[in-house]
Each structure stands twice: as structure tokens, then as C-alpha cells.
């Protein structure tokens, strides 16, 4: 079985990691925000609008039962995926999770940046930013913490995730 799943806050990184880990091990990947869009001909941003929130995490429920048939992948979760329902316990059931951890700061930093639209931060000035990802983040800590490996900013590489997930191939423990 070779299932990725990066979960962590917005703004951390899980797509640009997701896509060169999953050319590295040869196989697809996901970006949950985008196959949602895909699928309903919608931003993000107009779901949450038209919607509104809590229909977007059930959204995201149901995306997670949806992917039970795929047997390999790399999984971008949206960064609020893990935090509702049981979806963190059915991810871990899905595949091996990593958590990428970062600052507030170096999120803020980041996401002050990002051209990206996200509907919970838009128009945010940077200190409020900050603020709010120390909040959201001290909420969504023990859902994140809950992800198989947790790596800190130096072992977000695509070649540590692929190390792991080359030790946790049967054929491998089978060697030790
Ligand atoms: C969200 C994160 C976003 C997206 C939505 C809500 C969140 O995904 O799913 O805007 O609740 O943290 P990214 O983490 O890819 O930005």
C-alpha cells in the first residue's frame, strides 16, 4: 500500500511537498481542495459563500470515503480536514499521515504571500493573521498530533517522506 497523507495548516506547504513526493514514489496526486473544486464547478471560497462552512466539511467527509477504492496516492488534505468529525482517525485508517508543523509566524509569513483565495483569512492584515493561526492552531493541535509522523520544518523533504514510506513497504521490514 503506498497512501500519503499530508494534513497541516493552511499555508504549510502539503501541495508543493504532496506533488514531489508523489512524482518520487510514481504515484498520483491528490489536492483535496482541488479535485472539491473540480467536482463541484466551484471555488472553495463559493462553496463556503453559497454553502457555508459546515457543508464544506461534509464535503470533505465524504471526500475522504470516496478515496477507499484508490490503492496508491499522495494526499493534499485542505488544512481543516483533519479537525471535524472522525475524519482524522479515518484518515490514519486510509494511509500513513504526516503532519507538517510550523510556526504561526512562518504560516502568517507564508500565507501573507500566497495569492491563493482562502475564505477564512482573506483581507486579514498580517497581524491579525498571526493572531488568528495561533488560535485556530492551538484548536486543530490535537487533531494534527494524531498523524502517524509529525515532522518539523527540517524534515519536510520529499526524501525523508519517501525514506519512511520505503521502510514501511512489507518487502523492507521484512529485511530487518
Ligand atoms: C481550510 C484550508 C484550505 C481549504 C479551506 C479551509 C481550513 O485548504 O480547505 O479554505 O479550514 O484550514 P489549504 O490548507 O490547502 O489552504
Not at 17 to 46: M, Q
Not at 65 to 86: Q, Y
Not at 92 to 117: C, M, V, W
Amino acid at each position: 500500500m503506498k497512501r500519503v497523507i499530508l494534513i497541516g495548516f493552511m499555508g504549510s506547504g502539503k501541495s508543493t511537498l504532496g506533488k514531489k513526493i508523489a512524482s518520487r514514489l510514481n504515484v498520483p496526486f491528490i489536492d483535496s481542495d482541488k479535485e472539491i473544486e473540480t467536482h463541484f464547478n466551484k471555488t472553495i471560497g463559493e462553496i463556503f459563500v453559497e454553502n457555508g462552512e459546515s457543508h464544506f466539511r461534509e464535503i470533505e467527509s465524504n471526500f475522504i470515503s470516496s478515496l477507499i477504492d484508490k490503492e496508491k496516492f499522495v494526499l493534499a488534505t485542505g488544512g481543516g480536514m483533519p479537525c471535524f468529525g472522525k475524519n482524522m482517525d479515518e484518515l490514519n485508517d486510509l494511509g500513513i499521515t504526516f503532519y507538517l508543523e510550523r510556526s504561526p509566524k512562518e504560516l502568517a509569513n507564508r500565507l501573507i504571500q500566497a495569492k491563493e483565495h482562502r475564505p477564512l483569512i482573506d483581507g486579514m492584515e498580517y497581524e491579525e493573521l498571526v493572531s488568528f493561526i495561533e488560535n485556530k492552531l492551538g484548536q486543530r493541535e490535537e487533531f494534527y498530533k494524531k498523524a502517524a509522523f509529525v515532522l518539523n520544518r527540517e524534515e519536510q523533504t520529499p526524501e525523508a517522506i519517501a525514506n519512511i514510506m520505503t521502510l514501511l513497504q512489507p518487502e523492507a521490514l521484512q529485511k530487518n
